[in-house]
């Protein structure tokens, strides 16, 4: 039967492309839409459409696996009531990702606890959605296996890699320091990103602590020198949301967390008086 054997081709062919959510739902979508009269340009439409939408999932999945976050939290997640420090449309005005575009950088500073990491992660994600590379690393394990590249004679070749990514977030920065080695890698790749590509950096250090973070002043002040160039910093002065329940529960009594004065840099800063101050 002729009919039986385009059928079957069809479906062959369909599979050999690759059109698998189009296969799938032909036969299904075939009865109904002849049962409801429809024309061949809106089955076709349609069939092609759902194509589109499935693969268009399939790699936003793919790309939310590669980033590598530690935890998938949502800027719309946040209760920035919480943090009344933190200006809400400021965190709501880089979703529309225009910092990605521009290759410039963001820097959250504050004390442990008060969603430096979430909100990295949730502008991370808006990214992924709207199609970007990203990729998530502490900045500690990123700088091991840039040390560990550059042993191999392989420094070029992972730098190259990480260039791919349109947003790179470098957690903790400051939680443990770099040796001149480390400092020195991390300067290679703050070098092949500058101006090329965004990154985010969160860290519980002020920018005039980050010459401890690389013992080398001349170092740090280069290496910060790149990043501020084209950054927004965000100061988050306030109390750790891990305490929140627990305080709730009555178990703990916190002093005030340490609030972080940042150093006078050539960045752009987004500032409310006292609250997002300007490096
Ligand atoms: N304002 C907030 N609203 C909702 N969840 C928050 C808020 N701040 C922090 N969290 C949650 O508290 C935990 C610690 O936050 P995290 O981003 O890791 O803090 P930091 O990186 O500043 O140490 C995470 O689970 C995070 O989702
Ligand atoms: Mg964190």
């Known amino acids: 039967m002729v009919s039986e054997f385009l059928y079957e081709r069809l479906h062959h062919n369909l599979r050999l492309l690759k059109l698998t959510t189009f296969e799938s739902i032909l036969d299904n979508h075939l009865e109904i839409a002849i049962k409801e009269g429809r024309s061949f340009m809106e089955i076709l439409d349609y069939l092609v459409d759902q194509e589109i939408q499935s693969k268009e999932a399939r790699s936003q999945a793919l790309r939310m696996r590669i980033a590598c976050f530690p935890f998938e939290k949502q800027i719309d997640d946040f209760d920035f009531k919480y943090q009344p420090s933190l200006d809400k449309t400021v965190i709501k005005d880089m979703t529309s990702l225009r910092f990605v575009r521009n290759a410039e950088n963001v820097v959250f500073l504050g004390p442990p606890g008060v969603g430096k990491t979430h909100l990295a992660i949730g502008l991370g994600i808006e990214a992924i959605k709207a199609g970007f590379k990203v990729y998530f690393a502490n900045a500690s394990s990123l700088v091991e296996k840039l040390e560990m590249a550059d042993n191999e004679n392989k420094l070029d070749e992972k730098l190259r890699n990480l260039s791919k990514f349109h947003l790179l977030i470098i957690d903790e920065m400051g939680y443990l320091p770099f040796n001149d080695y480390g400092a020195h890698c991390f300067f290679q790749l703050v070098s092949r990103r500058y101006e090329k590509a965004a990154t985010i950096f969160t860290s519980n250090k002020s920018f005039g602590e980050w010459g401890d973070i690389f013992k080398d002043h001349v170092i740090a002040s280069a290496i910060l020198d790149r990043i501020l ?35 006078p840099q050539n960045g752009k800063v987004l500032s409310r008086p006292g609250e997002i101050s300007l490096p």
């Open 229 to 263: 160039h084209h950054c927004v910093t965000v100061n988050i002065k306030g109390d750790s949301y891990r305490l929140k329940e627990r305080r709730r529960q009555g178990v703990v009594q916190i002093a005030s967390p340490c609030v972080i004065q940042p150093e």
